[in-house]
Structures are given as C-alpha cells and as structure tokens.
C-alpha cells in the first residue's frame, strides 16, 4: 500500500469535519484539544493514509498539507514508517 | 495522535497555493467560499499568471476576499463587480480579469450589469456563488431561494404567489450570443472540487485567446444561513439544489 501522511495547521482548522467525510480510508478525526480561537481540530487517528488529497482539496481554510511516499522508496519497496 | 514521519521519504503532494496569504479566513467553519478562494488562486498559480491577474471583490461574504489573494484586487460596489471587470479589462486587455459575486449580488441588484456585461461579450471571467440566501446580512431570501426554502425573510418558505419563482440566470444568460462558455460546479465533493478547477483553467486559457465572456457558476453551502451543521448542509445541498441547479456544462464553445 501506498502509504501517505497529513500535517494539519492547528490554529487554521475550524473543525467544519468536511475532511473526515470526504476520507476514503476513514482516517481522520477530531481533536479532544481546542487551538486559541476556541475550535476542535482535525488529526490523524489512524495510520493509514495513503497521501490520496481528498481531505486537502475539501478544506475550506487550506490547512492541510499532504505528503506521499516518494515513487523512488516505492521501486524500492523501502518502508516507510509514517 | 500520530505524528511521527520520516520526511526524507516522503514527498509533497499537495501544499496551500503560495499567491493565497497566511492571513486567516473570515468565512463560516465549513463555508464554499474559502475552497473556491483556493481553486483560482492555484489555477494562477499554476499559470504562473500572479502579476498579470486584476480580481474584483464582490460585496457579500467574499467582501474581505483582497485580503486572502495576493493579485491586483478592486473592491466593486454593490452589484457592479461585472461593470468595473469591464472597465480593467478594457484599459488593461492584456491582463487576466475575473470578477467573482455571489447571488444576492450578481443575481439581484446586479442584474442588469451581469446581462449587460454577458451581452457585450466582454472578454472576462466571471464567477458566481450560488448559495440560494443572502449570506452576509443574516440569511435573508435572495432570487435564487428555492420555492418552500425558509430563511429569515420567509419564515414559512418561499412562495409562488408572494415572491415568484427562483432566477435561473446561469441558464438566463446563456442564451446570449456574447456568453462563451458557460458552465456549473459545485464544490461539496472532491471529484467536483477536481471538475471546477479544470473549468477555471480552461475559462483563463479562453481569455487568453479572447473568446468572449465565460461564466461559471457554482453551488455552495451557507451552513450559518441555512442553519445546519456543514455536513448536513452539504447533504442538503446535493437532495435539494443540485435537482434545481443541475451540475455540467450549459454552453460549449463549437469546435470549428
């Protein structure tokens, strides 16, 4: 499996939870933690993203940035621990 | 949470444009607006179009919009953002001019300038946000407000006899001889996300070669105005709007 990863900008996300409906491996979820302006947000709950952009392209506010296995490590067959 | 990763292995795939500010948006949890921000600021990014791109800023929810694009921004009167389009686009022909409004602007105090404009065939693009309420002033009912629609205006839903049918503009103004290509989006999907940001490159290419006027409209979700969650408005959006405003292109330019 193609493996990926999400870094979520805290103090951006409102938590409008269009992310995590729109994850096809259902590996999004909400924070118990709230950043400064009062919001829930958005994180990893599971490890298997596999870096597919659907949860960056819905953002409202662009706080998502999406990283994906290099197709180098994939010829390779390298792991990739995310 | 799961926050180790290797980045050497890694490589990016998906990153904010860099002509979109740090500043953060003003728009609602969940709100259309800030994706379709989003969308034309890759597709400038993507041109490399940054210094040659004049945006005009509707008055409504995306009044605030200059602060978020990195490009030229005029801020237009109430309506008027397809007028003032006309006017840059006239004295600069060689710069890239969109004018971006949402329904209570182009659709009903902005009437005669969008048909005009449209009619002109004026080489511009322009874009409209349709989520069926007037936003910015507390969800009150605009032209494109479905029949049996509550909002704060008409509390028991919109009604033929009072307030006449909902304005089908989109398919109004493509029946004019100025309007180039003319197309619908929305934005609750991915895959649609995907559909509107090929639609916004090819309305800039089409300007580039002046065709004529393009016009996209797409359909958005007012979680604030409507009065739900963004999940449910988005749900609602797809069982009640896109029946009325159906999605897919309404005029095609003729291959010759």
Redesign the interface.
């Known amino acids: 499996m193609i493996r990926g990863t999400i870094k979520v900008d805290t103090e951006i996300c409102k938590g409008c939870e269009l992310c995590i409906t729109a994850c096809p491996q259902k590996s999004l979820g909400l924070s118990n933690n709230i950043n400064s302006h009062g919001f829930k947000y958005v994180e990893l709950i599971q490890d298997n993203c596999t870096g597919c952009i659907n949860c960056a392209l819905v953002c409202p506010d662009s706080a998502i940035t999406v990283y994906r296995q290099s197709k180098n490590s994939i010829k390779q067959n390298k792991k990739v621990t995310v | 949470?799961?926050?180790?990763?290797?980045?050497e292995?890694?490589?990016?795939?998906?990153?904010?444009?860099k002509t979109?500010t740090d500043t953060?948006?003003h728009?609602c949890?969940?709100?259309?607006?800030?994706?379709i921000n989003?969308l034309i600021m890759e597709v400038i990014d993507e041109l490399k179009i940054q210094d040659k791109t004049v945006g005009v800023a509707p008055v409504g929810c995306a009044v605030f919009e200059y602060r978020y694009m990195d490009i030229d921004m005029i801020e237009a009167p109430h309506g008027r953002a397809s007028a003032v389009a006309t006017g840059v686009k006239r004295v600069n022909p060689d710069k890239y001019v969109f004018s971006y409004q949402g329904d209570g602007d182009l659709a009903a105090i902005g009437t005669s300038e969008t048909i005009h404009t449209v009619n002109r065939g004026e080489n511009i693009l322009m874009l409209f946000i349709n989520n069926a309420i007037y936003g910015m002033t507390g969800g009150q009912m605009a032209p494109t407000t479905l029949i049996g629609q509550k909002t704060s205006t008409s509390p028991f839903g919109r009604s033929v006899k009072n307030n006449g049918f909902p304005l089908n503009i989109t398919e109004l103004i493509s029946k004019l001889d100025g309007a180039f290509y003319v197309t619908r989006h929305s934005?609750?999907?991915?895959n649609s996300?995907?559909k509107l940001k090929k639609a916004i490159q090819k309305s800039f290419e089409y300007q580039k070669e002046n065709k004529g006027t393009c016009f996209i409209e797409v359909i958005s979700n007012c979680?604030a105005g409507w009065g739900m969650?963004?999940?449910k408005s988005?749900e609602w959006l797809e069982e009640n709007l896109i029946p009325k405003y159906p999605l897919g292109d309404i005029k095609v330019p003729t291959k010759n």
């Open positions: 949470m799961i926050n180790k990763c290797e980045i292995d890694l490589e990016l795939v998906y990153e904010k444009p979109l953060p948006m728009y949890p969940g709100c259309g607006h800030g994706v989003k934005v609750h999907k991915p996300v995907r979680p969650t963004p999940l988005n």
